[in-house]
């Protein structure tokens, strides 16, 4: 019996031994690959992209001083103007009416006093009835000069040389005092812009006289020079952004109101900023964000907080937190904790 249990310890004993060897000759390779790329120091330049519609600078909306019913419009869509030109004209009959009536209050007013004068002569008037009546005078008076002053504005006439771009009342229609009759844009070959809203950083980067490259639909094969003319110094309560206007020059080409186009813009002032992969980018939030690097002895890495500066297609810039670092962990970035034990990924190899 003794025998026979023997062969049977034996042969446990030696599949322990074996279980253990095993164990004892597998070890785990916690250590993560990783991989480096350089940082490289450069002045940036802030590029800026908007879109808006080309306008004429000297762009005018005429309208009506007063209301009244359109008698007669002398232009049409597409009609060349020239400075002084009649483009439309009210009814008069109301007009007329108001002109003549303060004609015959001013008529009557001046009756009343020549009686309160002969009357004041004969110490039947007192000197505050003749001071009352002057004053009654000097308002009809007045009141003439108004009415004479509202029937010379009862027409439209051209402020500068343009072309009509649109008709929005036609005759017979009730025009309101400022109400809009017309849409001119200048005719000279100078004055084509276009504007667009800048938000508050992008405004904050760029300045008058900043050059811009212009791209248009209507000439797919071609760039034009612009300059930023005009920047609003508060923000649209609408929208929130802030107006830039960009002086567009034709050359031989013809502009028309309304094309669309496409506005770069490169600010004048520079920024020196680390340029490193995105990949080297971890737990960002805004413009603050972490990135590792590599320690001297090449196994353990540090971590640190750093300032975005901006994102541009694959590369960030970095405004601080770099200084002096050569190289930043990309490859394994993901992986990495301050207490990670890493090796160096030797070029070429996985």
């Known amino acids: 019996m003794i025998y026979q249990l023997l062969p049977l310890s034996l042969l ?26 350089p940082v490289i120091l450069t002045d940036h330049v802030t590029t800026v992209q908007y879109s808006g519609l080309m306008a004429s600078a000297t762009e005018s909306r005429p309208s009506f001083k007063i209301g009244g019913i359109i008698a ?20 008069l009959t109301e007009i007329n009416a108001q002109v003549e009536q303060a004609g015959k209050g001013i008529d009557k007013i001046k009756r009343d006093q020549v009686r309160v004068k002969h009357l004041y002569s004969d110490t039947a008037a007192t000197l505050e009835q003749v001071q009352n ?23 439209i006439r051209a402020a500068e040389n343009g072309t009509v771009i649109r008709k929005l009342m036609n005759e017979g229609e009730l025009a309101g005092p400022g109400s809009p009759l017309f849409l001119i844009t200048g005719n ?5 812009v276009v504007r667009f809203g800048a938000s508050d950083k992008d405004w904050a980067a760029l300045k008058m006289g900043d050059m811009a490259t212009v791209y248009i639909d209507a000439y797919p094969d071609k760039t034009f020079k612009g300059v930023i003319s005009k920047m609003a110094a508060a923000a649209d309560p609408y929208s929130n952004t802030y107006e830039v ?43 603050q964000a972490f990135v590792y690097t590599l320690n001297s002895d090449g196994k353990t ?13 694959d590369k960030v810039g970095i405004a601080a937190g770099l200084e002096g670092i050569q190289e930043v962990i990309t490859a394994g970035v993901s992986y990495l904790t301050e207490n990670a034990v890493v090796k160096k990924a030797t070029a070429g190899k996985n």
């Open 12 to 37: 446990i004993l030696a599949s322990c031994g074996q279980k253990e060897n095993k164990t004892a000759n597998t070890t785990i390779d916690e250590t993560i690959a990783v991989s480096t790329s």
């Open 72 to 91: 007669k419009i002398y232009a049409k869509e597409g009609d060349k103007v020239v400075k002084g030109q009649l483009l439309a004209s009210l009814d």
């Open 133 to 155: 009546i002057q004053t009654q005078l000097d308002v009809a008076n007045e009141n003439m000069r108004i009415a004479q002053f509202n029937k010379q504005y009862a027409q």
């Open 188 to 192: 000279t070959s100078n004055d084509w």
């Open 245 to 287: 206007e960009v002086k567009v020059l034709p050359g031989n080409d013809r502009f028309a109101a309304g094309l669309f186009s496409k506005i770069q813009l490169q600010s004048a002032k520079k920024q020196r900023v680390a340029i490193i992969p995105v990949e080297a980018i971890t737990e960002g939030d805004g413009k």
């Open 301 to 313: 890495v540090k971590k640190h907080s750093v300032q975005v500066a901006f994102i541009e297609n």
